[in-house]
């Protein structure tokens, strides 16, 4: 352990073990994981994931074999909750406010722990879902965690308190000396929200890891190579690798579990890291049951997902507006789509808006195609359909429009895109070959079968589907057949 400190601290590290009975959620050590879904995960992930997601699994979890056994562990408080009395506030104890699962907070605690300050900052663990009130009241206004309250003061932020933790108090450095070395810590701190939320999106999208999260792993990989004195960011163990590695563990055990994909694969840097990682006991005493993980962030995710499902279930649709209608106002703030609801161009957009969960970031305004608004034309001179008003302008162009709403808006990834650019065609094909020619575009094409089987499980996709007997109706008067 003292090994991988740098010489800069006057102090080696006290012992980082406490006699101690162990943790309610103690640390796995054998190598692989059993992960059984529960009923209930099991009927929120028919949601997106059901095919991954319906059978056990193992989850491969080198980063939990590798972390050495030990009969001693630092006797942990149990997390306060809104039944809790405060401590005694700004008593000149130094206390850290975590929540165990947060890996936020994580951070913070492993660069108390890796720094040998068991004895002068303690933990205090608050219960997230049932937080005290006086938390945010008393403690930490922004009502997050971590924070650290020290000589009077509460101060937030993880990176921010790693650094703090490094620069206050004793124990070995977290940062080395050499300058190449600490202007890449840098630009790997400013990395770490991208990665985060590259990874978390893959996580909740549906299908395959995203190229997103694939290439921010992928830029880990490189990353890890940079300084060949070791198995770490920058060589030794640092602050950066504290940044990243609540994530990393996180991400091994959801990729694995929600995606089947394993983040190691292909990248043995990143697979030294977590098993040297696993060996440093500052951290793996910070680590929490993988299958508790799993399970707290399926219940997030699931509650995302049916939270848009309601909203789209509950979505009451505009009526169309006729050439009579008058013009919504045009810049006021709002972010308009101007659409159709029969337009299959016009549908590719506003898939993309209900996929992403957008339905009360975007309004929808459905236009009657047969007897279209004159005001239209002032709103979006080429006069066609769709056209996305957002941030003082107009966005025409639906393969356009989708790739738009998917960089400029929050929610699951888009890209790659090409299944909304052919679904209104290939489902309205469908129909109309079968409707009009009598011809079934899926005979003999199980491929297109299954896309169209698929495709009508897509809630953001039903919810834009029109009545085939009108869509038939509707085509055969505009070709005059
Ligand atoms: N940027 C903050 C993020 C901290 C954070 O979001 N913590 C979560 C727990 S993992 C939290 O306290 N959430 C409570 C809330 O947002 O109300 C940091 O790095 O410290």
Redesign the pocket.
């Known amino acids: 352990m003292n090994s991988l400190a740098f010489p800069r601290g006057r102090c080696s590290p006290s012992p980082l073990t406490r006699p101690s009975t162990s943790r309610s959620s103690p640390v796995p050590s054998s190598r692989t994981i059993k992960i059984r879904p529960s009923s209930r995960s099991v009927a929120r992930c028919n949601l997106r994931d059901a095919k991954n997601l319906s059978r056990s699994r193992t989850v491969a979890m080198a980063a939990a074999a590798a972390a050495p056994a030990s009969s001693e562990k630092e006797v942990l408080p149990p997390s306060l909750t809104s039944s809790s009395e405060p401590p005694p506030l700004f008593d000149g104890t130094t206390r850290l406010y975590v ?1 165990y ?5 994580q ?1 913070a605690w492993i660069a108390r722990n890796y720094k040998g300050l068991q004895d002068k900052i303690k933990i205090v663990a608050i219960d ?1 879902a049932d ?1 005290p009130a006086w938390y945010k009241e008393k403690v930490y206004p ?5 924070s650290l309250e020290h000589n009077n003061q509460v101060k ?4 921010d ?1 790693v650094k703090y933790i490094d620069t206050n108090f004793e124990g070995p450095a977290l940062l080395p000396d050499d300058s190449e070395k600490q202007q890449f810590a840098e630009e790997l701190l400013a990395y770490t929200d991208a990665f985060n939320k590259a990874s978390y999106s893959s996580i909740v999208a549906k299908g395959d890891v995203s190229d997103e999260a694939v290439a921010a792993l992928d830029k880990i990989e490189a990353a890890l190579a940079k300084f060949n004195d070791g198995p770490f960011f920058l060589g030794q163990f640092s602050l950066v690798d504290i940044a990243y590695v609540p994530f990393i563990e996180r991400f091994q055990i959801f990729f694995s579990a929600i995606k089947n994909y394993d983040i190691t694969k292909g990248r043995p840097n990143l697979q030294k890291f977590i098993e040297e990682v696993n060996k440093i006991h500052a951290y793996t005493e910070t680590k929490q049951d993988p299958q508790f993980l799993l399970e707290h962030t399926k219940k997030r995710l699931g509650t995302m997902l049916m939270e848009q499902t309601i909203l789209l279930a509950m979505e009451v649709l505009p009526p169309t507006m006729p050439s009579a209608s008058k013009q919504p106002p045009l810049y006021d703030g709002e972010t308009r789509l101007y659409m159709s609801y029969i337009c299959p161009y016009a549908q590719r957009a506003w898939i993309a808006r209900n996929y992403k969960g957008l339905q009360e970031k975007i309004k929808l305004v459905p236009m009657d195609t047969n007897d279209r608004p004159a005001w239209y034309k002032e709103v979006y001179p080429k006069n066609t359909l769709p056209s996305l008003e957002h941030n003082n302008k107009i966005i025409g162009e639906s393969l356009d429009l989708i790739k738009y709403i998917d960089i400029n808006f929050a929610g699951p990834k888009l890209t790659p895109d090409v299944d909304i650019a052919y679904a209104p065609f290939i489902d309205g094909f469908q129909t109309l070959f079968a409707g009009i020619k009598n011809y079934d575009i899926t005979e003999g094409r199980a491929n297109i079968q299954i896309f169209i089987k698929e495709l009508n499980r897509i809630d953001a996709y039903m919810h834009t589907k029109q009545d085939p007997s009108e869509v038939i109706a509707l085509t055969k008067k505009k070709l005059g057949i």
């Open positions: 929540a699962h947060c890996p936020y907070a951070r997230l937080r922004e009502n997050k965690v971590p937030g932020e993880s990176l308190l």
